[in-house]
């Protein structure tokens, strides 16, 4: 403990550095003499470096220029619900929907959900109660908060923004692609349901005839995909104009703030889970569904003893919430400071984890119908082998014992009984038609949305109502987060710069607009490829650095006891102890791993990406080039930077600050004296809140030992006489 002390001691001595000392003139004297200002604590020499003022800042008493953000004229909340449906709307998201079931599912179904579970109760929810409380008692966004730690930990601020910069990029032409395939969605049939007919003769479109319908629509309709990243092609123009509508929904949504934005989030948030519903209903009737949620969730325990299990389940809890951008931190800065956010804390997660439940089953009833219409498929084509060959000789013993005049009434299980026993006589064109390997054929991310999903839906009576109803879906999923996302850019950049604060809506208009031009890079044919580049290394390895800052600020430079005392005096109760060992060392080791691993990952598999190739229709994996492996580090670096160079920048002026002010200090120190802070207004800080709430709240402040006065002429003149 003495060495995390030690190691983090001279941050400690930094965290005043926002304000003045208190001066407290003596009622005695009726007339003061005019002395120098004093020094800050730190540029005194006499003042050890743990020593700092602190004072107790009521939400009245915050003036104009104070960084507290406390101001009345700050934004609120119109309701409890409109602030828990922000939340939940930004951490449940696509990744709920195309992420989570695939991890379910190639990690041991039953067993990856308890080991879920786990990390969640162990490292989640103690990390996202801890930026719920911070950014509702500093009441800023995510550069405020830090700062007012310590001005040299302003930098995890700056580098959440720079990753939710990176991540709304990206993020919206995933809305641009489900804006694309709504559109599509209103006309019968679908247009991904069949292949396409080569102009001029009645031949199938040979890269559709070697792929699949939804396959062709998406990589060729849809993308217009190049074969590889180096191949950047001209810019798809339908893409583009959804591109350009996502983005004038999200200007319009954030215009006015949480004002405008919350007004969105009634229905952003809400419909997806009357669509989840509506879909399992319907999954769970599908022929196939049991099959496919069997799979799922069949318990494989010997899995808890891989690394690469830990590390996934880790890395889904740490993006589920949204730990680290900064977006949890402003949402909650809106908040009245009584709000009990440790029960939000645990209702936000609990709906979370519950809304990956729910979208695993509809996506593995829906998949496992899928599976089976393929696997059923194989079956008519190898009965109707079968049915030639038995048609072109004599009997044999190893003849079905089914019906092969009518491959259609047969069974999969009776054709899976009769090739186990017989399969390997015929030849090697009669195949098993298994089940588990279509199953095990677990698609993820956009291949979930775009191509799997939307075969299974195509063979749904009444398909574009039903499709329609998804990509709606996936647009308010993904609306949602991108409003959190923003809003995890636009409050952190107004609380910091007041210039900025008051232009609100000309800062949201230029964001989006700067976004939008930026984005026009993933519009390109190989623009997916650079949406995967983006996905995979622009936040995670920086996010994961900034949480492990954010745990050590508040655990170990601002004391996680003395956190505690002011979430203490927020909501009139102390929250358990557990949470001080959790943050302090729970968390911090397991998001210390949790990097090692990824960094050990990253530097011993070559960043790889998946590549559709045109002429056998299929996907491969390449190697990045070498000018994508610097762009791909320069993501991670610039996304990262903050962090260390605000850190540098502040050490580098607090000591050009100490050299100047050496020469004149102790002019200045003769002018003071000492006092003790056994008076109450000065030693209050770990008191109990009382009863009716009156007492001021604290701010976070290191507290000190010892405070200095400005002396009057009349107690100057006294204490030379005693001497």
């Known amino acids: 403990m003495k060495m995390w002390s030690s190691a983090f001691e001279f941050l400690e001595s930094d965290s005043s550095h926002a304000l003045d000392i208190m001066w407290i003139s003596d009622s005695r004297s009726s007339q003061e003499m005019e002395k ?39 934004p609120a909340w119109d309701s409890k619900l409109q602030y828990v449906l922000a939340q939940v709307g930004f951490s449940v998201g696509l990744g709920n929907v195309w992420r989570f079931p695939y991890l379910c599912h190639q990690n041991g179904g039953g067993s990856f959900l308890l080991l879920y579970v786990m990390l969640l109760l162990l490292i989640g929810v103690p990390l996202f109660f801890m930026e719920l409380a911070a950014g509702q008692n500093i009441r800023q966004g995510s550069i405020g908060v830090w700062k007012h730690i310590s001005p040299r930990l302003a930098g995890i ?11 709304a990029l990206y993020y919206n032409v995933i809305i641009a692609w489900a804006l694309f395939y709504l559109g599509s969605s209103f006309q019968y049939p679908l247009p991904w349901q069949q292949c396409p007919i080569e102009h001029g003769t009645n031949q199938t479109v040979k890269e559709c005839a070697l792929s699949s319908p939804t396959s062709y629509f998406w990589f060729r309709k849809a993308l217009d995909i190049s074969d590889s990243i180096d191949q950047s092609g001209e810019f798809n123009p339908v893409i583009t104009g959804c591109l350009l509508a996502a983005w004038v929904i999200v200007c319009l949504a954030m215009i006015k703030g949480i004002k405008s934005s919350a007004k969105v989030m009634y229905f952003s948030s809400i419909f997806p889970y009357a669509v989840l519903f509506c879909f399992l209903i319907r999954g769970l009737m599908l022929d196939g569904a049991i099959e496919g949620l069997t799979y799922m969730f069949f318990p494989k325990l010997e899995i808890w003893g891989e690394v690469q299990v830990w590390r996934q389940a880790a890395t889904q809890v740490f993006f589920a919430l949204g730990l680290g951008y900064g977006s949890v931190i402003a949402y909650s800065s809106y908040n009245p400071i009584n709000n009990n956010c440790h029960r939000d804390a645990l209702m936000v997660s609990c709906i979370n984890f519950m809304t990956s439940v729910l979208a695993s089953l509809v996506v593995f009833a829906v998949l496992g119908f899928r599976a089976k219409n393929i696997a059923l498929e194989c079956v008519v084509e190898n009965v109707s082998k079968l049915s030639e060959m038995a048609a072109s000789g004599t009997a044999q013993h190893w003849w079905p014992w089914f019906n092969m005049s009518d491959p259609r009434s047969v069974e999969l299980k009776d054709y899976q009984e009769w090739f186990k026993h017989y399969g390997s006589v015929p030849g090697s064109n009669i195949t098993d038609c298994n089940l588990e390997r279509e199953m095990n054929k677990g698609v993820e991310g956009t291949g979930l949305a775009f191509i799997a999903f939307t075969e299974a839906m195509a063979l749904f009576p009444a398909s574009p109502f039903w499709s329609a109803l998804f990509f709606l879906m996936l647009l308010n999923l993904g609306l949602s987060t991108m409003f959190g996302t923003m809003q995890g850019i636009l409050t952190p950049l107004m609380d910091n710069f007041k210039l900025l604060g008051r232009h609100r809506t000309l800062l949201t208009v230029i964001s989006c607009i700067l976004g939008f031009l930026i984005g026009l890079l993933f519009t390109q044919r190989s623009g997916n490829y650079f949406v995967t580049m983006f996905d995979d290394y622009s936040a995670t390895l920086p996010l994961m650095i900034v949480v492990i800052f954010e745990t050590i600020s508040v655990a170990w430079v601002y004391g996680a006891d003395r956190f505690l005392d002011d979430v203490e005096v927020m909501l009139k109760w102390r929250p358990p102890a557990i949470y001080k060992y959790m943050w302090k060392y729970v968390c911090l080791l397991a998001m210390v791993g949790l990097l090692a691993a990824s960094l050990l990952r990253m530097f011993f598999k070559w960043p790889t990406y998946t590549a559709w190739n045109h002429n056998t229709g299929s996907e491969s994996s390449l190697g990045y080039p070498g000018w ?96």
């Open 157 to 167: 601020g700056y580098s959440s923004c720079v990753v939710c910069f990176f991540m």
């Open 628 to 723: 994508a492996l610097v762009m791909l580090a320069l993501l991670i670096i610039t996304a990262s930077l903050p962090v260390p160079a605000v850190y540098i920048h502040s050490l580098l002026t607090h000591k050009q600050e100490q050299s100047q002010a050496e020469g004149g200090a102790e002019h200045h120190r003769e002018q003071y004296s000492k006092c003790s802070t056994n008076e109450p207004e000065l030693n209050n800080h770990h008191s109990a809140p009382d009863e009716d709430g009156s007492r001021p709240r604290s701010v976070f402040l290191p507290g000190a030992s010892e405070h200095y006065r400005l002396l009057s002429q009349q107690e100057e003149e006294e204490d030379d006489t005693e001497l």
């Open 36 to 74: 120098p200002p004093l020094p800050r604590d730190e540029d005194v020499p006499g003042m050890a470096d743990n020593q700092s003022a602190m004072t107790l800042v009521s939400d009245e008493g915050a003036g104009p220029d104070e960084e507290v953000g406390q101001g009345e004229d700050r």
